[in-house]
């Protein structure tokens, strides 16, 4: 793609954005990026791009801007729907997401994760596993670092290991990973994508372009990955934590197994994973799968593996005060990957709930939280909601914001509880993002830490 002396328009000034305009701009192209937010609210975005030549439209979206351009490149964050971008593609404008901008530069073999829940965890697992083969190694795409920023370290030998979201799906055109592994599909994103069909229609699209000798990797268990398989060219891998497989990664006793092409092959022990629970067991077999088909060893699979402490802001194991254990799942952003947090505990749970809804039912909280959680805290704009859908089934408690519920979660726990935090809604309401929410977390906690450490050094003296 050659963007030398092209107008190009970047919508929004978040990460993503601002990597995609600063690199269109040192490619020859003419940048104009616009923003809904004043100019004083992204003043410190402003002050970088400017030095490059890239004019900033701050303070709302100029129609006469998205007419002129010869292409666009709307953030994650902007939906498609927005009339502007509607009315570019009436033009003959192309739209076309950083994911797919990315695509036409990068060099490399591509392996792309998606799913409603687990593919940072999964991302960064086969991050480890392929940097310890000693390959040329780039992890990126919705997992923080933007897929643009890697193509200049990109190149023939590089394996490039992307987590890939149902927004940045949209607006591809050509996108072709090597390996594509779709992990799961539950309910999410509802407040953007107009119904559960479109949402999953999204998901499927990370297989549109890849031909007959690229692999897609399924989630066996999860019917609705499932349905997708048969739709797409690639050959189709498959993993599973609950049945025997021909093509894919299982679980055989205590020991996960890789099977093609008629062998099978024991990778590692299902005792080596140090993540807890079930749901980071499927992360690892399809971490299994992608690796094994790009040629990486079992046993150095089984040895990054079992030295991979997991990712911050899943299930993070934050301290134990006084015989209480807490625990950052910020990440926990919708409901399944709430329950999927619940279960990785026996029980004796207090449950830090809310943040802002994204049309989420509730409702599948409740029977989980009933069997494990003594309490549930409820905090943010979602938690009148939360309130109406948990009622009658164990102790609830309103708070206003995180902080109090830490506090009040440290009042009522006793030895042996576990204090998690697994939101099952977005941060915006009070957050910048989820990373914001989970540090402000266990801020909090040090600070418990720090007051009980303080009197036990009082009672000793």
């Given at each position: 793609m050659d963007v030398n002396g092209k107008r190009a328009l970047v919508v929004g000034l978040a990460r993503t954005g601002v990597a995609a305009a600063e690199f269109l701009a040192r490619r020859g192209a003419h940048v104009t990026v616009s923003e809904q937010e004043p100019a004083e609210q992204v003043a410190e975005y402003g002050e970088r791009l400017r030095p490059l030549g890239i004019e900033c439209e701050t303070g709302g979206h100029q129609q006469a801007t998205f007419l002129r351009a010869d292409f666009i490149v709307p953030s994650p964050g902007v939906p498609l729907s927005l009339p502007l971008l509607?009315?570019?593609?009436?033009?003959?404008?192309?739209?076309?997401?950083?994911?797919?901008?990315?695509w036409r530069f990068l060099r490399?073999?591509?392996?792309?994760?998606?799913?409603?829940?687990?593919k940072t965890t999964t991302t960064a697992l086969l991050g480890k596993i392929f940097s310890d083969s000693g390959r040329l190694t780039l992890v990126g795409g919705n997992i923080g670092t933007p897929a643009i920023t890697l193509v200049e370290a990109s190149g023939e030998a590089a394996t490039i290991v992307l987590e890939v979201s149902s927004f940045?799906?949209?607006a591809i055109s050509s996108f072709r990973p090597r390996v594509a592994a779709l992990l799961n599909i539950t309910p999410d994103h509802l407040d953007r994508h107009a119904s559960m069909a479109d949402y999953i229609a999204a998901k499927a699209r990370l297989f549109s372009y890849q031909r007959e000798d690229d692999f897609a990797v399924f989630n066996a268990d999860d019917p609705r990955s499932a349905a997708l398989a048969a739709g797409v060219r690639a050959q189709r891998i498959w993993f599973s934590r609950q049945r025997r497989l021909d093509a894919g990664a299982y679980l055989e006793g205590d020991r996960i197994v890789f099977?093609?092409?008629?062998?099978?092959?024991?990778?590692?022990?299902?005792?080596?994973?140090?993540?807890?629970?079930?749901?980071?067991?499927?992360?690892?077999?399809a971490a299994v799968c992608a690796a094994r088909l790009l040629g990486v060893p079992a046993e150095v699979i089984h040895r990054a593996v079992a030295s991979f402490e997991g990712v911050e802001h899943r299930l993070e194991f934050v301290a134990e005060i006084d015989g209480v254990a807490y625990y950052n799942d910020s990440k926990a952003?919708?409901?399944?990957?709430?329950?999927k947090a619940i279960a990785a505990f026996a029980g004796n749970l207090i449950v830090i709930l809310g943040g802002k809804d994204k049309g989420s039912d509730f409702a599948p909280l409740r029977e989980a939280l009933a069997g494990r959680a003594r309490c549930a805290l409820l905090i943010g704009a979602a938690r009148e909601k939360l309130a109406a859908a948990l009622r009658d089934g164990f102790p609830l408690e309103q708070v206003e914001t995180l902080p109090e519920a830490v506090v009040r979660a440290a009042e009522l726990a006793r030895a042996g509880d576990t204090v998690l935090l697994a939101p099952a809604?977005?941060?915006?309401?009070?957050f910048e993002n989820f990373e914001h929410r989970g540090r402000v977390f266990k801020e909090e906690v040090r600070k418990l830490a720090a007051v009980h450490a303080g009197a036990k050094r009082g009672q000793a003296s």
């Open positions: 509607e009315a570019a593609r009436r033009k003959g404008i192309e739209i076309l997401s950083e994911l797919e901008l990315a490399g073999s591509v392996v792309a994760i998606t799913g409603s829940n687990g940045q799906l949209e099977a093609t092409g008629g062998r099978r092959e024991r990778v590692l022990p299902q005792s080596a994973i140090q993540l807890k629970g079930l749901h980071n067991l499927e992360n690892v077999l952003t919708n409901v399944d990957a709430a329950l809604c977005a941060s915006f309401d009070q």
